[in-house]
T-cell receptor, first 115, second 111 residues
Framework: DAGVIQSPRHEVTEMGQEVTLRCKPI?????LFWYRQTMMRGLELLIY????????DSGMPEDRFSAKMPNASFSTLKIQPSEPRDSAVYFC?????????????FGPGTRLTVL | AQSVTQLGSHVSVSEGALVLLRCNYS??????LFWYVQYPNQGLQLLLK??????LVKGINGFEAEFKKSETSFHLTKPSAHMSDAAEYFC?????????FGAGTTVTVRA
């Protein structure tokens, strides 16, 4: 398996622009997680999905952030409009179904820089 | 909610020396605990996990961790450090299907 795939790996944009980050989870995994990593705040869970349905979006910082999962093999995280404080590395992770919380497999991340 | 605290943001060890990374947890229910490693410019990779059963858990790359309920700890060790162990290490605890991560410990290995 190719693992979790994220694109783009790097994104540089200007303040006010729309940014879309993409994720393809591991086939068969029905949980998908979006994280943000910064030096100041560490790793933060933004939102997670189960069977394509958003379960908990309490970590989404504000209305400028939105996430969708239109099918089992694709998810997007959108920031509109972007701000310099959104600069961070964004990770997508997926895990397989199970009775207990299972291992989360992380993608390589998207490094976002907002100028 | 469950949480973890990692003691020490930076650890420097000599090649061949013991690696010890400390993690304490807070949980109102039996916890599931994880250690992840992050190499530069990469995503997180699972080292090992504790769910139930044996309290000494062996992971990849020679790492192991021991769950001690009486001390609410889940410290990570490796008997002999290798240069390739230089990375950032994260302890995590489950909150339902979510993970709460510690702040991370950066390991530097001296030749």
């Amino acid at each position: 398996d190719a693992g979790v795939i994220q694109s783009p790996r790097h994104e540089v944009t200007e303040m006010g622009q729309e940014v879309t980050l993409r994720c393809k989870p591991i086939s068969g995994h029905d949980y998908l997680f979006w994280y943000r990593q910064t030096m100041m705040r560490g790793l933060e869970l933004l939102i997670y999905f189960n069977n394509n349905v958003p379960i908990d979006d309490s970590g989404m910082p504000e209305d400028r952030f939105s996430a969708k999962m239109p099918n089992a093999s694709f998810s997007t995280l959108k920031i509109q409009p972007s701000e310099p404080r959104d600069s961070a590395v964004y990770f997508c992770a997926s895990s397989s179904p199970g009775v207990i919380p299972d291992t989360q497999y992380f993608g390589p991340g998207t490094r976002l820089t907002v100028l | 909610a469950q949480s973890v605290t990692q003691l020490g943001s930076h650890v420097s060890v000599s090649e061949g020396a013991l690696v010890l990374l400390r993690c304490n947890y807070s949980s109102s229910v039996p916890p599931y605990l994880f250690w992840y490693v992050q190499y530069p410019n990469q995503g997180l990779q699972l080292l090992l996990k504790y769910t139930t059963g044996a309290t000494l858990v062996k992971g990849i790359n020679g790492f192991e961790a021991e769950f001690k309920k009486s001390e609410t700890s889940f410290h990570l060790t490796k008997p002999s450090a290798h240069m390739s162990d230089a990375a950032e290490y994260f302890c995590a605890v489950n909150n339902d299907y979510k993970l709460s991560f510690g702040a991370g410990t950066t390991v530097t290995v001296r030749a």
